[in-house]
């Protein structure tokens, strides 16, 4: 009676002898790199405290794929960019990355604008507070325990979302 085969036997027996060309294992090599490359963002956001370490497990890399995952890291880092308060902590920890010695001055320029824009929301806040107030005190509605509800979105943050993606391009070119 005849041997049955399994699967993994046939599709060994096929492939024997294959082997990959040099750009399919570059290809492998960079999707690798790839996604170490978001590994150490996820463990560089999780333990900020720690980034230097983190940073230095690099050097066990060969040179070639150091500087590669860098480059890997930095974008990872840079499209993962909140808009929320986080974003300070973020650039916090690009700045540690070798490539912000090129384009320190707009992660500088990220900063700047996001700590603009909370002066300017508590301002436009604090307008908005008081005009709801008014509108419920000539309502009749008034006293100290009168909390008027301000819309979370403002046109300040849509601005500074598109200022963000635009630096975001700058600070990948």
């Known amino acids: 009676m005849a041997e049955i085969r399994s699967t993994i036997d046939l599709m060994m027996e096929k492939t024997r002898g294959m082997t990959l060309s040099p750009e399919e294992r570059e290809s492998l090599r960079l999707d690798d790199l790839r996604r170490r490359a978001k590994g150490f963002r996820i463990r560089l956001l999780q333990s900020p405290s720690a980034a230097d370490e983190t940073l230095s497990s690099l050097d066990e890399h060969p040179p070639d794929d150091r500087d ?12 993962s960019l909140p808009l929320d308060h986080q974003i300070l902590q973020h650039l916090d920890l690009m700045e540690k990355l070798p490539q912000a010695g090129v384009r320190g001055g707009i992660l500088e320029e990220i900063r700047s604008r996001y700590k603009t824009l909370l002066k300017d929301q508590a301002a436009e806040r604090h307008k908005i507070f008081a005009r709801e107030k008014k509108k419920l005190a000539d ?3 008034s006293g100290s325990a009168v909390v008027p509800k301000i819309p979370k979105k403002s046109e300040l943050n849509l601005d500074f979302s598109s ?4 630096l975001k391009r700058n600070l990948l070119a």
């Open 68 to 79: 590669v995952l860098e480059d890997f890291i930095w974008e990872e880092m840079v499209e």
């Open 139 to 141: 309502s009749g509605i």
């Open 163 to 166: 200022n963000l993606e635009s």
